[in-house]
């Protein structure tokens, strides 16, 4: 397995379609979204990972699907006691992780692998805590992933699945529909385009909305504010939007699965928590 500037390139010769599709659209989305888009927002996650990295292990943390490693803003902070990262993704966007690790100093030891997170070349029980959010639902056979994440994890790992219990969510699956035609464009810049059309109608409703002082049940009144005055709205709901556009179909199990998963490869659930998006899991080695 040979490095190519500081990153361990893992068995791309056996990806499958729905890999290769993965890694593919993801190297696009990443390599369009400029450093506010990747780094300085504020999601969900980060609000959730700002009580939960204290919860992290000393010793080896992996980010499964870091992406462009926008979350190493948090696993470099002094109430994470991981002492050493792992960052993992198929795409060509671990290159961007690598950048952004340099451009932060972080000052602890990081090994950037790009790779299936269902085939990782990691020695079994070497990882302390594992977090990967939005990542297993993407992916053909789940149970592989998630069994695979268990024969590297010695203490604990953090499992965020995409969850029809949310509106989020919803538009995620309910892009299904559509899947079949999208997954065969292979112009992105198509596709990002329809998902500035799609963002500028629905930032166009939403003002329409607010003039009107209809109420909106899905949205507090304070954040329909700061959406429609934010002149970057539209790029960051083209960005939000562009995602469940590119991406392949997405299987959803029962919750239920992903716990039998674990438990039958050694791991006990914790803690399960619905977001925004997702179910966030919380496994804990027997």
């Not at 053909?140 to 790992?157: G, L, P, W, Y």
């Not at 049940?217 to 005055?229: G, S």
């Not at 562009?242 to 438990?263: F, G, M, R, T, V």
Request: glycine residues 4%.
């Amino acid at each position: 397995m040979p490095f190519v500037n500081g990153v361990l390139i893992a068995g791309k010769a056996n990806w499958t379609k729905n890999q290769k599709r993965n890694a593919y659209v993801y190297s696009d989305f990443w390599e369009r979204s400029d450093k506010a888009i990747k780094y300085q927002r504020v999601t969900h996650e980060d609000e959730l990972l700002d009580t939960l990295r204290k919860e992290f292990k000393e010793g080896v943390l992996m980010d499964a699907g870091c992406g462009s490693g926008r979350h190493l803003r948090h696993w470099i902070q002094d109430n994470v006691k991981a002492n050493s990262f792992v960052m993992v993704d198929i795409s060509d966007s671990i290159f961007q992780c690598r950048k952004y690790y340099e451009e932060i100093n972080c000052t602890k030891p990081v090994i950037f692998i790009q790779s299936s997170i269902s085939n990782m070349p990691i020695k079994g029980q070497t990882i302390s805590s594992t977090w990967t959010s939005g990542v297993v639902g993407l992916l053909e056979d789940q149970k592989s992933a998630v069994r695979e994440i268990c024969r590297v994890s010695n203490k604990t790992f953090h499992l965020g699945v995409l969850t029809e219990k949310t509106i989020v969510g919803k538009l995620y699956i309910t892009a299904n529909l559509v899947k079949p035609f999208l997954n065969k464009v292979k112009n992105m810049k198509l596709l990002f385009m329809l998902s500035g059309l799609m963002a500028r109608g629905a930032i166009l409703m939403l003002k329409l909305l607010h003039f009107l002082k209809l109420p909106l049940a899905f949205i507090r009144k304070e954040h329909l504010k700061n959406i429609i005055n934010d002149p970057n709205a539209i790029s960051r709901l083209q960005h939000s939007l562009y995602d469940p556009i590119i991406i392949p179909k997405i299987i959803k199990y029962p919750d239920l699965k992903y716990i039998e998963w674990a438990e039958k490869y050694g791991f006990i659930l914790k803690a399960q928590k619905t977001e925004i998006i997702c179910d966030y899991f919380h496994f804990y080695k027997k």
